[in-house]
């Protein structure tokens, strides 16, 4: 069942690059990921980080390719930001699946809404910090 | 400034609560680590974006220009704050192409860092141009928030046609009363001999002819043919062309106008202008380099313009169409009016020569069928066309493209001769 998600939504993957549809990327991103814990059976996978950086690295990848019109000239740094970027959020984003997946398997009784609620306090402890870098960075070059 | 977001950022809010959700329900922890890193993603990215401040604008450094020139156009942009990607695109008209520059073109902006892009334009074909406006395309750092704005206001460029020089030109019938460079056919003061004459009271002595005096007895002066200008107008026929890829007969006609607008005004002839088609529009003949500028900007506006309705030649001004004046038309013969507005200028009188600026190089002969014999009929019917002009007195030769023009008013000089040979 696993292999069979995971061939769909390769096919669907396929399907969104060659219609240029970037909407298509989600459902292919979806069907992936069904699939994963599908062809895993119960306990705390630590694969599970990997698979999830994948996937988003997959979506950005996708999307980036759907993004990029042949007919405008990208200098290099655009290039190289972009590419920064995406594998910068791969990477911190497999930290932070090890993390919760490490939170999980060490408060193994604990429930399932905490967790989820530790996610989020994550990202939204990366989103203040990165607000307020901007924000510095800002002041120090008036 | 206009903020669209990517699909991307539903999808990702979509995959992580439903993540969530999943592992909620299904109580499936590694789930959770499934969806964390979307979840990640559109925070990191939406806590990153913030609107630009963008300063941007766009210049020409001529306003002027002739075919085949290169005219260099500058984009300055800039922001407050870091732009990760910037895409700036400037629309090109038909008729200028892109030499030197990326077009449109991504790049990154650093705060307070000014970027210059060097656009340099080809002027391909004559015209008026309206360059512009300036659009901008701001993304943050993920791509899921996109700003977008257009800056306002076009640059004109003015491309004139380039035309060559020709040596010769269409010689006149008539002659006005002012100097010019024109041998005119009636009797005065000149350089040209044309006849002599018993002396009259007045007569200066250097004018004597002491040959014919000392066989005649009595004195005899020489006359002259005085060198006057002329009047002339060009009409060019504006009602239809015919046209494949980036050139047109009305491309042909508006070059040849210019050029011989130039012949002439260089010969100290008066010159006129007459754009008849959708659009009557006329220039009241003069001379110098002022009437040279005011006939190609003239020209320049010329267009193709679909109308039903037309006006008569009775509403152009008589000044515009003096007497005597010659009329040479530029027309590829394809519309009835302007025919027939050139058989009435030839009932009334003017001295008109016809070049037929050849629409069948542009029109591509079909390989069978009703269509081929439709198009040999037209051909025909072209010819039936050049007959009727010929027939009542008027020069009419058929100019095809990559015939020089020189050539042509060559041509034209030549029927004209053998016309007043055959009338004389």
């Given amino acids: 069942m696993a292999a069979g998600a995971a061939g769909l939504g390769l096919l669907v993957l396929t399907a969104a690059l060659a219609l240029r549809a970037p909407s298509a990327v989600g459902w292919a991103v979806l069907v992936c990921g069904a699939g994963y814990p599908a062809g895993r059976h119960g306990g705390s996978d630590v694969w599970a980080a990997t698979a999830g950086a994948l996937l988003l690295l997959a979506a950005e990848l996708a999307s980036w390719s759907i993004d990029e019109d042949s007919r405008i000239e990208t200098e290099r740094p655009v290039l190289l930001r972009r590419g920064a970027f995406v594998t910068a959020l791969a990477l911190g984003s497999f930290v932070v699946g090890l993390m919760l997946l490490a939170a999980a398997h060490v408060a193994a009784g604990a429930s399932l809404v905490v967790a989820g609620a530790g996610v989020l306090a994550a990202v939204v402890a990366v989103a203040v910090v990165l607000r307020l870098v901007r924000g510095v960075g800002g002041q120090t070059r008036v | ?424």
Wanted: proline share 6%.
């Fill in chain 2, 1 to 424: 400034m206009t903020r669209t977001a990517s699909p991307r950022l539903t999808s990702y809010a979509v995959l992580g609560v439903v993540g969530l959700l999943a592992a909620l329900v299904f109580g499936r922890p590694e789930l959770v680590a499934l969806a964390a890193p979307f979840l990640l993603a559109l925070g990191v990215g939406l806590a990153s974006a913030a609107t630009p401040r963008l300063t941007a604008s766009f210049a020409l450094d001529a306003a002027r220009a002739v075919e085949g020139d290169e005219v260099t156009g500058r984009v300055t942009v800039a922001a407050a704050g870091p732009v990760d990607r910037l895409d700036v695109y400037v629309p090109v008209p038909q008729g200028l192409e892109v030499a030197h520059g990326d077009n449109p073109l991504a790049l990154v902006l650093r705060p307070g860092v000014e970027r210059e892009l060097p656009l340099t334009l080809r002027a391909a074909r004559w015209g008026g141009y309206a360059i512009g406006p300036l659009f901008l395309r701001a993304r943050d750092a993920a791509g899921l928030l996109a700003w977008e704005a257009v800056v306002a206001g076009t640059r004109e460029l003015r491309v004139y046609p380039r035309e060559p020089t020709l040596q010769r030109v269409v010689r006149p019938v008539e002659t006005q009363v002012f100097a010019g460079n024109e041998v005119a056919r009636t009797k005065g003061d000149g350089i040209e001999f044309a006849d002599i004459r018993p002396w009259a009271p007045g007569d200066v002595l250097r004018r004597v002819n002491w040959r014919a005096s000392a066989r005649r007895g009595e004195l005899w002066v020489n006359e002259s043919h005085p060198e006057r200008n002329t009047d002339v107008i060009l009409f060019v026929d504006s009602f239809a062309e015919a046209r494949t890829g980036g050139a047109g007969t009305l491309d042909l006609s508006v070059r040849a106008t210019a050029a011989l607008a130039d012949a002439y005004l260089r010969r100290r002839d008066r010159v006129g202008l007459i754009g008849f088609g959708g659009i009557l529009r006329w220039l009241v003949p003069g001379t110098g380099v002022a009437q040279l500028y005011r006939i190609v900007d003239a020209l320049i506006d010329t267009q193709i313009v679909l109308s039903y309705y037309w006006r008569e030649l009775d509403v152009i001004p008589r000044r515009t169409l003096p007497p005597n004046a010659l009329v040479v038309a530029l027309t590829p013969l394809l519309d009835p009016r302007s025919v027939a507005a050139l058989l009435d200028l030839r009932n009334r009188g003017y001295d008109l020569a016809v070049v037929d600026v050849s629409p069948v190089p542009f029109a591509l002969r079909p390989a069978e069928g009703d269509a081929r014999i439709a198009f040999d009929l037209w051909k025909l019917r072209r010819e039936a066309i050049r007959h009727r002009l010929t027939s009542a007195g008027v020069a009419v030769v058929e100019w095809q493209e990559g015939t020089p023009l020189q050539a042509i008013v060559e041509e034209v000089r030549q029927f004209r001769r053998y016309a007043w040979r055959a009338r004389g």
